[in-house]
C-alpha cells in the first residue's frame, strides 16, 4: 500500500493543471505536456530508442489479440480520492489470455485503475467510483457483488513482495484454506502445481516447510505469484512486480508471465516501457488519469498515434 | 562591481583560528551537564545494586538458618508460630492462583479488545476507548482493593458460597482489570505493527476480515501479543495492594479460588507492618520471600523482552 499514498500524493500535487480542464480534459492537458515536453528536450534531441522485442517471445498478433474475447471491459470509469479525481472517464477492454502493460509516470493513474479491477480501493476510506467494469459481463459494482468471490477469480501481485511469515507451504495454502479446503493431501498437490508453475519447485521443494521470509527477493515475489495462482484466478494484476528485483529475477519473471498467459490474463503495471514491450501483447499509456492510447503492443512502440504517447516512449519526459 | 562579498571575515585584523586557548571539548557548561545527566543515570543502576545486594545478604542470612531445600518445598508456611516452618509454596501457591484468575480473566478481554481496537473499530471508537482504558490504569491499586473488599467480594460470596470475605477470586477479579490496560496496550501496538502489505496480500486471495485476523494478523503479532501477556503476568505477581486487601492473610496451599490465600507480596506487607524484631529469623523471611519475587518477576520480563526482540527481527 506504499506505492499507493505515494501516487496519491502525487496526484495531489498535480491538482492545479488539471483544473484547467473543464470541458474536454484530455485535449488541455496535452497540449499542456507537449509543451512542458518540448521544452525540456530544448537541447540536442535525444536518439529514439528502438523497443527491444524479444522473437523467441512472440507477442499475441493484432489479428489474435482482435479476436480474443474481452476478459474484463471497462467504459467511462471515474475515480475520486475525496474530492481529486484521479481517473478520467477510462474506457478499456482487456482481451483473454493476453497480456496487457499499463504503462506511464508516477501518479497517472495506472496502479488506482489495477486496484479498481478487483476492488482493493473498497480499502480505502474516501475513495469512490463511478462507471462501470464487467468481468465476463458481468459487473464489478453491482448490488449483490461478493468481493471475496471476485478476488478469488481476479488474483494480484503486489510491488513489494509480500509472503506470509509463515512456510513457503502455509503461504500456498492460504488461498484454498480460506475458501475452505480442509486436506492436506489436497493443499499439497496445489503447492506443487502452484509452484512448479511459478518455476519455483526445484528450488524449494526440499523445505516447503522452512519460513518463507528465508527467501530471495525474487524467490519471494515468485512465491506470490504462486499464492495467487493457488486461488484458481483467471485473472491476475501485477503492480511493478519485478521493480525490486534484480536484473535475472526480472527476467525470470518475465519468462514466467510469458508462460502463464497461455492460461490467465494478465495485467501488469510497470515503469520499465522495456519491460512492457517485452512482455505485453497490448499496452495502454496512462498519463494524469486519462487514457491517452491503448493497442497492440508492437503498434504503440513502433507507429503511435499520439505525440504524446511518442514523447513518453521514446524517453522524452516520465 | 566588488567581486569579493562584503560581508564575512575581513581581509585584514588578526588571523582566524579553530583552535581555543582552552580545549574545547571541556567548555564548562558542557562538562557540568555531562556530569549531572551521568549522575542522574548512575542513581537508578547504584539504586538497583542496592536494592539487589539487601536482598541478598538478608537472604543468605536466613538461608544459614533454614534449608534452602526446605524454604522451597515445605508445603507449610507459619514462620510467626511455633515450632515455625518455612516452606514458601503456600504462598507462592497463594500468588499463582491470584495471578492465574487475573490472566484467565484479562487474557480474552484484553486480547479481544485489542483486536477490536486495531481491526475493527472506527477512529471514532478507539478515540474513546483508549482514555477510558489509560483511566483504568491511572485508578490507584488500594482503590481496587477497596473496591474488591466492598463490591466484588460480596458478589462472589452470594454467587459462588464463598466462605470468606476475603477469597482469591475477588482477587483474581481486580488484579484482572487492573493488568487489562496493559495487554490492551501492548497487543494494541503489536497487532497495529503487521504490514499493511500482509492485509493486503490476504484480502487480494480472496480473505475476508475474520481470515485476514485470525490466520494472518494474529499470528504475525502472536510472539508480541505472548510478551504483552507475559508482562501482564509480571505485574499481577508483584500486585500488592489490591491482593493484600482482597485475598486476605491466611498461608493456603490451595487450587481453590473462594478459600482465603496469602500472596507473597501480602505476606511481606504483613510482617513489615507488624512487631517483628528486626534481625529476627521471622524478620528474614521477608528478604528471602522478597527474593523470590524478584526472580520470578524479572526471569518473565527477561523472557518478555527476548520474545518481542525476536518478533521485531522477524519483520527487519
Known sequence: MVTHGAERSISLADTPPRRVATTDPRQTRMTETTAASRTETAGPLRSIRPPAFDSARPARSADELAGAAAKIAVSDLNFFYGANQALHDIKLAIPERCVTAFIGPSGCGKSTFLRCLNRMNDMIDDARVEGEILLDGESLRGPRVDVVELRKRVGMVFQKSNPFPKSIFENIAYGPRVAGERNKARLYEIAERCLQHAALWDEVKDRLEDSALALSGGQQQRLCIARALATDPEVLLMDEPASALDPASTARIEDLIFELKDKYTIVIVTHNMQQAARVSDQTAFFFQGVLVEAGATNEIFTNPAKKQTEDYITGRFG | ?316
Open chain 2, 1 to 316: 562591481m566588488s567581486v569579493l562579498p562584503t560581508t564575512g571575515v575581513p581581509t585584514t585584523g588578526p588571523q582566524r583560528s579553530i583552535t581555543t586557548p582552552h580545549s574545547a571539548g571541556n567548555r564548562l557548561g558542557e562538562r557540568i551537564i555531562r556530569r549531572l545527566l551521568r549522575t542522574c543515570a548512575i542513581v537508578s543502576v547504584l539504586t538497583t545494586i542496592g536494592i539487589v545486594a539487601v536482598l541478598l545478604s538478608e537472604s543468605l542470612k536466613f538461608f544459614g538458618e533454614v534449608s534452602v531445600f526446605e524454604f522451597l518445598t515445605g508445603a507449610q508456611w507459619t514462620p510467626l508460630f511455633s515450632p515455625p516452618h518455612f516452606g514458601v509454596l503456600p504462598l507462592v501457591c497463594g500468588t499463582m492462583l491470584v495471578t492465574g484468575g487475573a490472566i484467565l480473566i484479562a487474557g480474552p478481554i484484553g486480547l479481544g479488545t485489542a483486536i477490536y481496537l486495531s481491526e475493527y473499530a472506527p477512529p471514532v471508537v478507539r478515540e474513546i476507548i483508549k482514555p477510558v482504558l489509560e483511566v483504568l490504569a491511572g485508578i490507584p491499586s488500594v482503590v481496587y482493593g477497596v473496591v474488591a473488599v466492598t463490591t466484588v467480594s460480596p458478589i462472589v460470596q452470594r454467587l459462588f458460597g464463598s466462605e470468606s470475605i476475603f477469597n482469591a477470586l475477588s482477587a483474581s477479579i481486580v488484579v484482572g482489570f487492573m493488568i487489562l490496560p496493559m495487554i490492551v496496550s501492548l497487543s494494541e501496538d503489536v497487532l497495529r505493527s503487521v504490514p499493511r502489505d500482509l492485509r493486503s496480500a490476504a484480502y487480494a486471495l480472496g480473505a475476508t476480515k475474520l481470515d485476514v485476523t485470525t490466520r494472518v494478523v494474529v499470528p504475525a503479532a502472536l510472539s508480541g501479543i505472548v510478551a504483552a501477556v507475559l508482562l501482564a503476568i509480571s505485574r499481577a505477581i508483584g500486585e500488592t495492594m489490591a491482593v493484600t486487601l482482597a485475598a486476605g492473610a491466611t498461608p493456603n496451599l490451595t487450587l481453590n479460588p473462594l478459600e482465603s490465600v496469602q500472596t507473597m507480596t501480602a505476606y511481606i506487607v504483613q510482617v513489615s507492618k507488624g512487631d517483628t524484631p528486626t534481625g529476627s529469623i521471622e524478620y528474614r523471611t521477608i528478604f528471602a520471600v522478597g527474593l523470590t519475587l524478584f526472580c520470578i518477576t524479572m526471569s518473565l520480563n527477561i523472557i518478555a523482552q527476548w520474545v518481542l526482540k525476536r518478533m521485531r527481527e522477524q519483520y527487519e
